[in-house]
């Protein structure tokens, strides 16, 4: 079985400030994890992944999440946050014997303010 | 190319009928997924096909809601005698073989009065 949890379902930072949101997951075997950003009214689109290889990963729109195994999290920062960041962000899993099911957390409402 | 379309983008339905929300998946993406979204929630997973294999239904609520899909290309989702707790974005992703990261749709808003 696997899970989402994210921590925080609003999260409000001055612009220019660091982002951080916060995930966690419980998984029972190595995990694909995701994040994706909803911005207003439109549909979901990834944001970065981590499948295998570098634990740090580089997303679009300056964003980077970081998979530590040891903390069973995958975090999503930016040193410097934007207004055109306010968003709604999903953290999901995919077990990697399983490419099919995914998980997503309950979301995390990114507030700018100016 | 082009990305992943629902339709229609919004339906209205009295409680009681049947509704049909269709998804066009991109174009050689083997595995789809439907989602509900209510309002200021989560997603929550409704089913998934991959390939020809047998459809995940384990997040169906209930036997209300039923999923067909066409080979690797359009599905329909169903939800017979609709209830007002049903009102929700209808969301629809697939995704590649070999690939993980999902592609979704605009999503279909139903309401049900």
């Known amino acids: 079985a696997q899970s989402v949890t994210q921590l925080g379902s609003h999260v409000s930072v001055s612009e220019g400030a660091l982002v951080l949101l916060r995930c966690n997951y419980s998984?029972?075997?190595?995990?694909?994890l995701f994040w994706y950003v909803q911005y207003p009214n439109q549909g979901l689109q990834l944001l970065l992944k981590y499948t295998t290889g570098a634990t740090l990963v580089k997303g679009i729109n300056g964003f980077e999440a970081e998979f530590k195994k040891s903390e069973t999290s995958f975090h999503l920062t930016k040193p410097s946050a934007h207004m055109s960041d306010a968003a709604e962000y999903f953290c999901a899993v995919i077990l990697n014997t399983n490419a099919g099911k995914s998980t997503f957390g309950d979301g995390t409402t990114l507030t700018v303010k100016p | 190319g082009a990305g992943v379309s629902q339709s229609p983008s919004n339906k209205v339905t009295e409680k009681g009928k049947d509704v049909e929300l269709r998804c066009d998946p991109i174009s050689g993406h083997t595995a789809l997924y439907w989602y509900r979204q209510r309002l200021g929630q989560g997603l929550e997973f409704l089913i998934y096909f991959q390939g020809n294999s047998a459809p995940d239904k384990s997040g169906l609520p209930s036997d209300r809601f039923s999923a067909e899909r066409t080979g690797e290309s359009v599905s329909t989702l169903t939800i017979q005698r609709t209830q007002q707790e049903d009102s929700a974005v209808y969301l629809c992703a697939s995704s590649g073989q070999g690939y993980y990261e999902q592609y979704f749709g605009p999503g279909t808003r139903l309401t049900v009065t």
């Open positions: 998984s029972s075997v190595p995990p694909y």
